[in-house]
Structure formats: C-alpha cells, structure tokens
C-alpha cells in the first residue's frame, strides 16, 4: 500500500470514527430528515391536493399525503447527503487554524490525500445514512431490483462526493464557522430547494424552471427519483436521465478537482 | 521515499534563516532575519506579543512559505520551499493550539500521525509503544484525548511529533497553559530527549525563566533580531547587578536620576531598573546616593543580578510586556 493511500485511509477512518463518537451528530443525522420527511410530507401533501400539476392529483386528501410522502421521499435523501457534507466540512475551519489539522498541513503527505479522505468520509456518511432510510422504506414497501438499488448506489454516491467537495470548496477560505452558516442559508439549502425535491418543476414560474435546469442537484434527484419511484419519475417536465448521470459524474468530479487544487494553492500563497 | 534531490549540507547547521523578510500587507511582522541553530541545540525564540516570533514559527513550521525573494529556509539541511516533503519528513512540530483529535484515543491519535509518515505496521507499533512508556503515557493509551488533563496533553502532542524520528523538533510556545510543576515536568522530558534522540529543539517562547533554560535565545523585537547568544553572555551585557525601585511615578525618578546623579535607567511600569557596574563599591555608592537623595519616592527596592528582562529593556528601550498571545491579524484563527 503506498504511503499515499495509507494517509488517505487513516484519515478517512478518522473522519468516521470522529461520527460514530458524537452521538448527537449520529441522532441528528438520521432523525433530522425523517422529520423533516413527515411533516414537510404531511403538511404540504395536504395543501398540494388540489393543485391540477401535483405529482398527487389523485382522488382524496388522505391519498394525497400519502402519495406526497411519496413524492417527497428522493428529496429527503438529498437532504441527508445536503446536511452530511455541511456537517462534515464545517470541521475544516475551526481543524485548520488549531485543530487536528495543523499536524496534517506540516506532514510530508500530499494535501490532496487530505482533501481526498475528507470527502470519502463524508460520502460514507451520507451513504450509510441513506442505506438505513433506503432499508426502512424497503420495509415500507419500496419495490426492490438490483438495477435500481445500484443505480441509487451510484447517484448517493456521486451526489455525496459532489456536495462534500462543494462544502469544502465553501469552508476551506472561511476563517467562522458563523461565515459557513450564512451561506449554508443562502446558498445551499435554496440549491435543495431549487432541485425538484419540494415541488415538481413543471408547474411553477418558467424562471424557476431556468433555476431549476441549471442547478445540478435537480440531476441528481432525478437520478433518485428513477431508482426510487420509476413509476412516478416519468412527467414531461423531467430530465433525461443518461443526461442526468452525466452532469452528475462532471459535477462531482469537477468539484473534487477544484478542492484538491485550492488546497494546493494555498501552501504557496505568501501574503 | 524518493532519494534527497540535494545533498544535506555537511555543517552541523539543523535550522538556518537567512535574510528572512515576511510582511502581512504594509505590516513587517520579519525583517531581514537571519540565524542558525546547531544541532543538538535547545534554541530559543523570545519576543513580546507581536515581535514576530509567531510569524517566524509559521515559517519554520512550514505552514507557511517563506516567499522568492524573502530569504532562505534551509530544515535539517532541505531547503523550504524548495524541498517541502523532504523537510517535513525530519520534521517534528508542537503547536501552541493542540493538534490532537480529542474524540480519539491517544493511541489512535499517534498511529495516525505515525501514518502520516509512512510508517505503518510493526515498526509503527515499536516506536509507538517505545515513545508512550518514555513519556509515561502507556496506562492512557485507550483514553480519549479529551479526558485528559492540559499537561498529560501536551506530553501526547510532544511525543507524537517524535514518532517519524525528527532531526528537529519545532515548539510554539509549549509551557502555554501549563503549571509550573507541568511546565518543569515537559522540560525534563526535551533536556532527555536531546540526549537520547540527538534531537534539535527550536522554541518560541514569552516566559522569560523558560527562556533562560535555552542554550541560545534569538531575541524578536518588531521583527527584528536584536540579539541572539546565551541567556548568561546576554546577562553580562547588562552589567554587574541591576538595582529595581518600586515607585509610584517610574517616569519621574528617572528623569530625576539621570539629571541629579546622571544615572540612566529603565523604565517597567511602576519598577526602575538600574543597572550597577561591577563591584561592592559601586553597589554602595549608588545605593547611598539614591536612597538619600529619593527615599520619599522609593516604595520598596531589590538588588539582584541582571534578568533577561533587563536585557531586552536594555536592547530595545522598551518593557517586555506579556500577556495574551498576540497573533498576526491574518493567522487569526477562529476561538
């Protein structure tokens, strides 16, 4: 094993074992989209029953919620990758100035094992947590096949490696954590929002529609939606899916890069 | 590893600075510094709160380079930037803030950094085990970090700098939150160290009896160096003994004495120093001479031989003056 991936490994490790140590962390990741999932689902479900464009323009009100939870259930786990890769970047900010990762950045290892290995972590994170949500709702009655399982492998995955990679790009210049939260707010919680996981693209405002189309996330979750619900996936508003999985890969590996390549750039800046 | 692209010189030299400028905007925080530390060496950087020693740590840590143009770098004979793996590879560093996962055990804390250099397996758990029994920590290897106490911390940050086996090891301010009874404790294990390590050992450091245990200390005033030699050679500058008056206005009696008796002295707060040539006749003399001429401004007096305060007074014109680390306003972190 080169020295390289060991580091890569270790860190990685660190990051997880660094999760599994904070129970609060733990709790909060997996019951905060459940939550989140009930009452968002329950509430709007019901306001959504009478809109003509609703994924749930169906017969009753308690049909509706149902099939709203249903709607709403890709969305939920976009928000667990969403809120995994803001809790596991915004560590760098306070780990960089007096933290575990001065001892990093002062170490022979290249940074972008650093870099690397935060990601991987985060990405983990998300995926185990998505794989218990994915379990519960299998006993809930999600319809199982091995193609969509993989297929929702392969988008929590990219999805994980992108949103991390894009929490770190925000996170490394910051010296506040307070500077990532209110950006967090204004920016990445509207690129959830802004991705299809509320509301069906179709039926709103034709610039939210131009919003929606340029925000990679709405790919990914259509991605999810295929793997989840491919009976529901199927509106005319919705994104190819061979187009999805390409600006899915491009989104995720672009971001990685940029990470690496900031990070880099920073040993040789001398203000 | 890939083999020294450059020779190690061949001199005795661990660290060298040349000529070492770094400036944050308009702000010089090093201004042409230049020194050299032996090998073997415990080598002290002593400065008041914004003299630039902490700059001069980030350097020589190598968070930060040293721009083209702004000096050489040379760390156990590889220069940095130039040669930034090869340095950090005989490198060991101990920063101020604790670079310890606390939600991790001891153990795993060194492993991790063990791995960091490479090393791995049987060879890892050998210096490990070896490291944690000289620092006594072996009955705290499964402990948390975070039940630790301050000082046990510190022994933890210290020796998982020294699992890669560093040529030099690099401390930034290290007795900062330590009590007395920690701060001689960890002193005892770096005197050892540079015995059985062959280990070179750079501080920073504001704690002036800290500074006197140093072999050799550089002096950083406004990032300049001002003197750089041992703590008793720097001592002998000042003079024979050093005569200190309480008072209540320091500023007046010093004028007083420099226009009544042509006595020159240092100003400290509500504290005059001065420095007395050699000899009990002097002593005398100028005791009698101020005590009968200012006994009514005089709270209280002491005579003692010259401290390193006297001497950076005396350097600089200035009081060393202490108190909460000063950091550069662009390495200020988030508390």
């Known amino acids: 094993m080169s020295d390289f991936i060991l580091a890569v490994r270790t860190l990685t490790r660190r990051e997880i074992v660094r999760f599994l140590r904070q129970r609060n962390r733990v709790i909060g990741a997996l019951a905060t989209p459940l939550v989140f999932w009930f009452l968002i689902g329950s509430g709007v479900g019901k306001s959504f029953s009478g809109g003509a464009n609703g994924p749930a323009a169906s017969t009753g009100p308690a049909a509706s919620t149902v099939s709203y939870l249903h709607y709403f259930f890709p969305g939920t786990l976009l928000l667990i990758v969403l809120f995994t890769a803001i809790f596991s970047t915004i560590s760098i900010i306070e780990d960089r100035r007096e933290g575990f990762l001065q001892g990093v950045l002062v170490s022979p290892i290249p940074r972008a094992a650093f870099v690397l290995a935060k990601l991987l972590g985060g990405t983990f994170l998300a995926l185990a947590q998505c794989l218990v949500i994915y379990l519960l709702a299998l006993g809930f009655g999600l319809p199982f096949s091995v193609l969509a399982f993989l297929l929702f492998l392969g988008t929590v995955i990219l999805l994980g490696l992108g949103l991390t990679a894009l929490g770190y790009l925000i996170a490394w210049p910051l010296d506040s954590t307070q500077g990532f939260h209110a950006i967090m707010n204004l920016f990445l919680m509207p690129l959830w929002f802004l991705s299809g996981a ?55 590996a672009a971001l990685t890069y940029l990470a690496i390549l900031l990070t880099d750039r920073m040993t040789v800046r001398n203000p | 590893m890939a083999p020294a692209p450059l020779a190690p010189i061949a001199s005795a030299t661990a660290v060298s600075c040349q000529g070492v400028t770094y400036t944050y905007g308009e702000r010089r925080a090093l201004d042409a510094v230049s020194f050299e530390v032996t090998e073997g060496e415990i080598f002290g950087v002593l400065g008041p709160n914004g003299s630039g020693k902490t700059t001069l740590f980030r350097l020589l840590s190598t968070l930060v380079p040293v721009a083209a143009g702004f000096g050489t770098i040379r760390l156990a004979g590889h220069l940095y930037p130039e040669e930034g793996a090869l340095a950090r590879r005989r490198l060991g560093v101990v920063f101020q803030s604790p ?43 499964r402990d948390l970090v975070e039940t630790l106490s301050g000082g046990l911390q510190r022994r933890v940050e210290v020796a998982k700098s020294l699992v890669p086996r560093p040529a030099v090891l690099i401390l930034d301010e290290p007795s900062t939150g330590l009590d007395p009874s920690a701060r001689r404790e960890l002193w005892e294990y770096l005197r050892a160290l540079r015995q059985t390590e062959k280990l070179t050992i750079l501080m920073t450091t504001h704690f002036l009896d800290e500074a006197e245990w140093c072999d050799r200390l550089l002096i950083l005033d406004e990032g300049k160096r001002v003197a750089l030699d041992t703590p008793e ?20 009696l010093r004028d007083s004495l420099r226009r009544e008796l042509s006595i020159e002295s240092d100003v400290r707060g509500n504290f005059l120093d001065l420095p007395i040539p050699n000899g009990d006749e002097a002593e005398r003399d100028l005791l009698n001479h101020v005590l009968r001429r200012f006994r009514r401004q005089i709270v209280g007096l002491t005579l003692a031989p010259p401290s390193l305060e006297n001497v950076f007074t005396r350097l600089t014109g200035r009081a060393f003056v202490t108190g909460g680390e000063a950091v550069p306003a662009k390495a200020k972190g988030h508390k």
Request: glycine share 10%; proline share 5%.
């Open chain 1, 198 to 252: 509320l509301f069906p693209p179709g039926g709103s405002a034709g610039w939210l529609q131009w919003l929606i189309r340029c925000n990679p996330l709405s790919y990914g979750l259509t991605l999810l939606r295929l793997a989840l619900e491919p009976g529901m996936a199927r509106t005319p508003a919705m994104l190819d899916p061979l187009v999805s999985g390409l600006v899915m890969v491009l989104f995720s």
């Open chain 2, 99 to 141: 670079s310890l996962d606390k939600k991790l055990t001891v153990q795993e804390n060194i492993d991790a950094h063990g791995h960091l250099y490479g090393l791995r397996g049987a060879e890892l758990a050998a210096r490990v085990d070896a490291l944690l029994e000289r620092f006594s920590l072996g009955s705290r290897r």
């Open chain 2, 233 to 252: 050679a720097l001592k002998r500058q000042v003079g024979g003994s050093v005569l200190t008056l309480q008072c209540e206005n320091a500023e007046t």
